[in-house]
């Protein structure tokens, strides 16, 4: 136990360079932004890649871990293949410290078992759809942040530092209807998935519980958008609002849900 411990606090510490990297006098993404960068990336991959070594856990720090750890490797690709995502730092990495924090503080929180009734490759499927989503709605979700924030500095005319740091409105809202196109597609995958794990478990196809219906909401929330701006071209507050919705909806199907019954309800 004292092992994990130690372990997962090096993995939070390693992640405390990324979320600062923005206080750099010069910033950029060069030697020193990938080093860093790599090393929080190294260290939640890590952790997460030993907790779930033995098996899946349940438990509300192992799924913010893994959460963590995807949606780095996430923005690894795109910073690497975009020229404007990993202006993105200075807002998405001190989040992922919080969540990080959150883990730590609840690591000893008690999990639930997995149905045994399930087969291994519909619950990996079904997982891996899950954590990919949740890691790229993240991102959007920052993108649609950044939009906000620097609508609102370009109404004041009044930029600040850390706006300056930002991709401008435009890159945010490309980079987040990519985001969310995507999520919608493997988000569908989890659902489906979910309906045929449902089946195998008790003969049901709909069991609307509470991860079950946020989940589904998201789903909704995130193709209208798409809908919306395909037809009318709704962007940038407007949009952004229905981003950070979808992401709350999801963040309440994920781990909202595991933190009321594993930390709240134990």
């Known amino acids: ?68 750890s995807t949606s780095l490797v996430v923005f690894v690709v795109l910073a690497a293949a975009s020229a404007q995502a990993w202006r993105l730092t200075p807002l998405l990495l001190p989040y992922l410290l919080l969540l990080a924090v959150v883990a730590t503080v609840w690591a000893q929180a008690p999990e639930r078992p997995l149905p045994e009734a399930v087969p291994p490759a519909w619950l990996i499927v079904h997982i891996v759809a899950s954590v990919l989503t949740y890691a790229l ?10 939009v906000v924030l620097q609508e609102r500095a370009l109404k004041r005319k009044k930029p600040g530092d850390l706006t300056r740091l930002l991709p401008s409105v435009a890159d945010c809202e490309e980079l987040q209807l990519r985001l969310l196109a995507a999520g919608e597609l493997v988000l569908g995958a989890g659902l489906l998935t979910g309906v045929a794990t449902q089946y195998v478990i008790d003969g049901r196809l709909f069991a609307f519980g509470h991860k079950t219906l946020f989940a589904a909401l ?9 809908i919306a701006h395909q037809r009318t071209g709704v962007r940038g507050r407007r949009a952004a609002r229905f981003v950070l919705l979808a992401y ?10 595991k933190f009321v019954t594993d930390v709240l309800l134990a």
């Open 1 to 68: 136990m004292l092992r994990g411990m130690l372990f997962n606090v090096a993995a939070l510490v390693a992640l405390v360079p990324a979320a600062l990297l923005h206080l750099r006098s010069r910033g950029g993404r060069d030697l020193v932004f990938w080093a860093v960068l790599g090393v929080a990336t190294a260290g939640a991959l890590s952790w997460a890649v030993t907790l779930f070594a033995a098996g899946w856990h349940t438990g509300l720090s192992a799924a913010l871990w893994v959460s963590i």
């Open 137 to 146: 709605l993240t991102i959007a979700a920052v993108s649609a942040l950044a």
């Open 218 to 226: 998201a789903f909704v929330v995130i193709g209208l958008l798409l």
């Open 248 to 257: 709350l909806l999801l963040t309440l199907a994920y781990p909202g849900v």
